[in-house]
């Protein structure tokens, strides 16, 4: 396994349920942490519990490539290289096409497929430079197998999976290595504004689902883990 200790890791969604723990973990183990999450407060309080410095932290609209193009410039300013970028962020409504509205199914295309989009756009260039880097990104259990009511966001993640493993092809030719977590249901505020009856005592605990994307920016430089699955104990879809 590779230590993370030096290692310049790029987390997008850090202050959500499990970029949260996932920071911890990582800052934890000597990682060079940059934290970007869509609330500037949750992610000062974030930098102040890491002691981590101001401008290792950035703000940012996902789905807007001004702003993606502005968190390019700053984090290159701050590290001369990207060795890992986690993408945590996302955002989940859970409806029937009979509720569903046009702006919703658009709004979740915008953060959880488009999003993804120009991080690739912003950040494969450096990769692509040095011919390696890891990219780690979770597009769930419904990115793989679908459920009633998440037209909108298995729509998202089905894309984000296709266009991870269409982008895998074009880099046979490196060592850019690309990951994706299949993660069931985590017990994390992503439920608690979703209209839907859950056991979330019965969920993946957030803690551990970190401890999964820690454990896979460490795989070796031999192989590549290209797809990690974890799902609740009494959930065993595949």
Avoid at 47 to 74: C, G, Q, R, W, Y
Avoid at 196 to 218: P, T
Wanted: include cysteine; charge should be neutral.
């Amino acid at each position: 396994m590779e230590s993370v200790k030096g290692k310049n890791i790029l987390l997008i969604g850090a202050t959500g349920g499990i970029g949260h723990k996932t920071a911890k973990l990582l800052s934890a183990s000597g990682a060079n942490l940059f934290l970007v999450a869509r609330t500037g407060e949750k992610l000062a309080a974030l930098a102040t519990e890491l002691h981590l410095s101001a401008d290792k932290i950035f703000a940012l609209d996902i789905s807007k490539a001004e702003d993606m193009n502005a968190l390019k410039e700053k984090f290159f300013l701050v590290y001369p290289y990207i060795d890992v970028l986690i993408n945590a962020a996302g955002i989940g409504i859970i409806k029937s096409m009979d509720e569903l509205t046009e702006d919703e199914f658009l709004r979740t295309l915008r953060f959880n497929l488009v999003g993804p989009f120009l991080l690739m756009k912003a950040f494969l260039p450096a990769m692509k430079e040095t011919k390696k880097g890891l990219i780690i990104n979770i597009p769930g259990i419904l990115g793989k197998v679908p459920m009633a009511g998440a037209a909108a966001y298995s729509a998202s993640k089905y894309g984000l999976v296709g266009m991870m493993q269409s982008i895998r092809e074009e880099l046979k030719r490196t060592e850019i290595r690309i990951t994706s977590l299949i993660l069931g249901g985590v017990d994390t505020p992503f439920w608690d504004n979703i209209d839907l009856r859950v056991q979330r005592d019965k969920m993946v605990m957030a803690e551990e689902a970190a401890k999964a994307i820690w454990f896979l920016c460490q795989q070796p430089s031999s192989g590549v883990v290209s797809e990690m699955v974890i799902q609740p104990f009494n959930h065993q879809a595949i």
